[in-house]
């Protein structure tokens, strides 16, 4: 018998030396700092249409634009952030600067009342979003061990998500309590906003890891660019074009009509409760049996969404069972490829190589999305379903012999 | 700076901030309480004597709308006599974004605030008691009932929720008064300019009815916008004019009122015009230079009518009267009031 990496922490929960598992307290800060950031974007997120609509007399097209800059922006800008933060050998400073943008975006938004203003405050906050993703990601990285980046990464994401769904909630009982105050949530959004920068700016060591500094040098490409990254961006590319996102998953729902309709708004907050609980236990399992692996059953639990819409249950049945599959999807890739792509290449550009997965796998998804609405229409939304599965279906396996061995090709010394 | 300087700093930006943001919330729910715990500024029509009263009901020939005034009575319908627009104001207990009425029914489209926001259509009666409530899909935009209310049509902003998704689009509907629907009518046989199409991203809104098998609406559709002919019973939408949005149909049924887009300052830009269906003639009434982002309504065979936002009062709004000569000047008709519905 023969012990590989990708099965040595399955027999148990403790480390060699004894002790229970834990996540490094700063990935539980970075966790805060996200929660808090979240509970801030999203707070405004919920409000953002009624407030653009209905208090500021802008029309429903404009709010469309918006939403469209609010979905797009932030996937240009991650490689910058993530080049940054290598180059200078500072991740710390490079997302404090995204969270800071994000925070004075929400200054003034307070004062921004015309289509013009708000554009540019929202693609001021998402850019601040783009470039704070892959420091901080490159952070958790080098502040845990491998056989715990899976947990570790779900620890964080869980949190990350609890900030998401609690935002919402705040909006909800300060509407509940002034029925206009859509100026209060935006002046509580900043408060949270400004909590997370001082969390991060003050809480957060700028070097989480015991590892050396690195020598100072010019970064290139060929550093990032290990044989193992090249192919998990192939593999991760591909398979983001085949991922039709959850907003199509939510329209081919509402096309069916019935429950689906009446449940439409809600839809997303199902997916979040799913990613919310699973996050955690998904990433443990990564841990213990590869994180490719799992990256390649998060598709297949994709695939099986896809089915769950496509073929004429009751649309009852295929929402919960859409919905619960879509959080599985996206617990088992969101931190997944995060803690994957930063062991496959060296320490000192670890935020490149996880920048440069997260924008081929955002860029592969705009991509799907563009071909799906045209897929949509010539054919309607569950026979484009069944298309792309079909798709899917043969790819996966391809895929899954493409990336079985990455779980074994760490560069770090872990 | 050691650590317990960052903590002691970090303790201090919290509770600054905290209490910052809590001074903030008190001092505007304070605020929200002192503005809405005022009568309205305008005429009103005391309650009824007798308090077992479930509704406080106006007939007669009307108009119906949204009070948008920052009072007790916010978002409230209420209706003002069709012969006198400025005099006192009759309210219900309805509460509604969009409205519509006839003589003795009504559709009603509402945000409902919680922690997911979610969006309805209430159906009511002459009593303004609810038929029938169902559930939209996005944002409340138009809804018109038939003129002997059998049929109700409503217009729902769709947007999706994550990465780069459609984004947005519309959902139109036709239901029957108390009744199932008809289904999107984006699904139904699309014919323009002679041609059957079915591009993949048209859109569908702002019904007006002629009869309970015929209706207009504006069908949007690579970039350009054309007025349909809907049939009902046959499923169809037929063209008969292009850069047509949100048609209204005048009561004599020959002239559609609408709004027409332009380009001004990089920004689409309404203004309202009407078209002659049997001679295709056109008036653009650029007496009107605001932005006129509504479904015009009918007040009488040449006049129009249309909410407008105030620039300086959030959430307020009032509802203009313009004539359809080429060179009318607007008119205000009714302060604090949206979406004016006429029960002739």
């Not at chain 2, 009603?108 to 926001?117: A, N, P, S, Y």
């Amino acid at each position: 018998m023969y012990i590989t990496l990708s099965d040595r922490p399955a027999s148990s929960r403790r480390t060699p030396d004894g002790r229970r598992r834990r996540v490094a307290p700063v990935v539980v800060t970075l966790g805060f700092v996200s929660l808090v950031t979240d509970i801030s974007s999203e707070s405004v997120a919920a409000i953002l249409p009624l407030y653009l609509t209905a208090s500021l007399g802008l029309s429903t097209m404009s709010y469309g634009f918006i939403d469209a800059l609010y979905q797009g922006v932030s996937a240009l800008v991650r490689i910058g952030g993530g080049w940054a933060a290598d180059r200078g050998g500072h991740p710390k400073w490079v997302a404090l600067v995204g969270y800071g943008l994000s925070a004075v975006a929400r200054f003034f938004l307070l004062f921004s009342t015309g289509l013009a203003a708000i554009s540019v405050v929202i693609s001021t906050d998402r850019i601040g979003k783009g470039l704070r993703t892959a420091p901080r990601d490159a952070m958790i990285s080098a502040a845990t061990p491998d056989e715990s980046l899976g947990f570790a990464f779900g620890v964080h994401r869980a949190l990350d998500t609890a900030g998401a769904a609690i935002g919402p909630v705040i909006a909800f009982v300060v509407l509940w309590w002034i029925p206009d105050g859509y100026l209060t949530v935006m002046v509580i959004s900043l408060g949270f906003a400004v909590l997370g920068v001082a969390l991060l700016g003050l809480l957060v060591p700028d070097r989480p890891s015991a590892e050396p500094r690195p020598e100072r040098r010019p970064l290139a490409w060929r550093d990032v660019a290990t044989p193992g990254l090249v192919r998990l961006l192939l593999v991760a590319g591909a398979l983001g074009l085949l991922t039709v996102g959850d907003g199509f998953i939510y329209l081919a729902l509402l096309d069916r009509g019935g429950f689906a309709a009446h449940w439409f708004p809600l839809l997303y907050v199902g997916t979040n409760i799913a990613y919310l609980s699973l996050a955690i236990p998904i990433g443990r399992l990564a841990d213990r049996v590869g994180r490719a692996t799992v990256l390649i059953w998060g598709h297949g639990a994709l695939l099986a969404s896809y089915a769950a819409v496509a073929f004429s249950w009751s649309i009852a049945a295929s929402t919960v069972i859409a919905l619960l599959l879509l959080g599985t999807f996206y617990a088992a890739t969101d931190g997944v490829i995060a803690a994957l792509a930063g062991r496959l290449v060296p320490p000192p550009v670890r935020a490149s190589g996880i920048a440069s997965a997260q924008t081929v796998v955002a860029l592969a998804r705009m991509a799907s999305s563009a071909g799906f609405g045209v897929l949509w229409f010539a054919f309607g939304p569950q026979a484009a379903l069944v298309v792309v599965g079909t798709v899917l279906l043969v790819a996966l396996p391809v895929a899954r012999s493409a990336v079985r061995r990455l779980d074994l090709r760490s560069v770090s010394p872990g | 700076m050691n650590q317990r300087t960052r903590i002691a700093l970090f303790a201090t930006v919290a509770v600054v901030t905290v209490g910052g943001v809590s001074a903030y919330a008190v001092t505007s729910a304070a605020d929200y309480q002192q503005r809405h715990h005022r009568s309205p500024t305008v005429p009103v029509v005391p309650d009824p004597p007798d308090p077992h009263a479930p509704h406080h009901v106006a007939t007669g020939p009307r108009i119906v709308f949204r009070h948008t005034g920052i009072d007790d009575h916010i978002g409230l319908v209420a209706s003002v006599p069709l012969d006198d627009p400025g005099g006192p104001r009759t309210f219900t207990q309805v509460a509604c974004d969009r409205v519509d009425a006839t003589e003795d029914r009504a559709s009603c489209l509402r945000i409902e605030r919680g922690v997911v926001t979610t969006y309805s259509l209430t159906e009511y009666d002459a009593d303004w008691r609810p038929v029938e409530e169902v559930s939209l899909p996005g944002i409340p935009s138009r809804t018109r009932l038939s003129p002997d209310g059998r049929l109700v049509a409503s217009t729902t902003f769709v947007s999706g929720h994550s990465y780069m998704q459609v984004g947005f689009s519309t959902a139109t509907e036709i239901r029957d008064f108390g009744g199932g629907s008809h289904g999107n009518l984006e699904k139904f046989d699309l014919v323009i300019d002679g041609d059957h199409v079915a591009p993949r991203d048209r859109n569908v809104w702002g019904v007006t009815f002629v009869d309970d098998t015929t209706f207009y609406a504006t069908v949007g559709t690579g970039g350009e916008t054309y007025l349909v002919r809907g049939d009902l019973a046959a499923r169809t939408l037929t063209s008969v004019a292009d850069h047509v949005e949100c048609p209204s149909l005048s009561p004599d049924g020959t002239r559609i009122g609408f709004k027409q887009a332009t380009r001004r300052d990089g920004q689409t830009w309404w203004t309202p015009a009407v078209l002659d269906l049997s001679t295709g003639e056109r008036t653009v009434l650029a007496g009107e230079t605001r932005n006129v982002d509504d479904q015009v309504e009918w007040l009488d065979e040449d006049t129009l009518l249309y909410g407008l936002a105030r620039d300086d009062q959030p959430g307020v709004t009032d509802v203009w009267e313009l004539d359809t000569r080429a060179d009318a000047e607007p008119r205000l008709l009714i302060e604090q009031a949206w979406s004016p519905a006429v029960v002739r």
